[in-house]
């Protein structure tokens, strides 16, 4: 289990990445990606991002957060004060994807089932 301080730094990072995202990269392949989650080792050695992206073009996403990791760590390491800033791994969270899904399943049989009640009156 993580500890308090864990949590803190990875919440920390997430912030910073979300907003470095949103302010410095210019790379169109991280247009419209949003960090969900952060999770941070123990060590601090290593962290996994998890993001989401609008559209369905996810895996050019983390190629371009892959490839921008250096920079991203960097800047991390300028606005965070730890000894070692961890490298970063990012990983696509399909949970929203997977939300919107199961809401339109949803809105579709509600619908059906309106349907199927107006017919019987």
């Known amino acids: 289990m993580a500890n308090q301080r864990n949590l803190r730094v990875a919440e920390q990072i997430l912030h910073e990445l979300a ?7 210019k790379d169109p392949r991280v247009v419209g990606v949003t960090i969900t989650a952060v999770n ?7 962290a996994k991002v998890w993001f989401t992206v609008f559209g369905d073009d996810h895996d050019a996403a983390r190629k371009g957060l892959a490839s921008a990791a ?9 606005r965070m004060t730890l000894r070692t800033v961890p490298k970063l791994t990012f990983v696509h969270d399909a949970s929203v994807e997977r939300g919107a899904h ?5 809105d579709q049989a509600v619908a059906e089932d309106k349907k199927h009640h107006q017919d019987d009156e």
Do not use: K, N
Not at 70 to 78: I, K, T
Not at 102 to 106: D, K, N
């Open 40 to 46: 941070v080792t123990t060590d601090l050695e290593h």
């Open 70 to 78: 250096g920079f991203l760590r960097s800047e991390l390491a300028r």
């Open 19 to 25: 907003s470095i995202l949103m302010r410095e990269m």
């Open 102 to 106: 199961l809401s339109q399943l949803i």
